[in-house]
């Protein structure tokens, strides 16, 4: 199983992405990852990290039909927000529809794998335990 954003690996913060404020297009940034090199692999998907902070990371993911993210994990509360299409997510006792405007969230640690039951992208937002990230090396 796949983990990411570990508490042991903390996740570097990307000083132009951690700003009072920002503002995406996700039209336009979903028709980016349409057209990015990475849409055009066999694994079928891109993704754009859109904020990048000590408390959170919001990541817009774009997934084509019939391709998924093997089971792994985070460790911190996450939503998924489905913009366009439709996703299944496994999770160990039950699979979840998640169809465009539908958002599920979903507590530390459970494992999940994600499915693109046709052309998707979707929000995945991550919070971490108790607020803010830990320092690096605590």
Known sequence: MKRYYSEDEPLTVLPELDQPLLQSNLPAEIEKLRLAESWQRKTGRSSK??????????????????????????DGRITIHTLVGRLKIKLSERTVELPAGHLLMLDRGIAHDVQA??????L???CWHGGARPASGN
Do not use: W, Y
Request: overall charge negative.
């Open 49 to 74: 990290t859109l904020l990048n902070s000590p408390a959170c990371g919001i990541l817009l993911i774009a997934m084509k039909q019939d391709t998924e993210t093997k089971e792994h994990r985070v």
């Open 124 to 126: 995945l937002t991550m």
């Open 117 to 122: 039951v046709e052309e998707s992208a979707f």
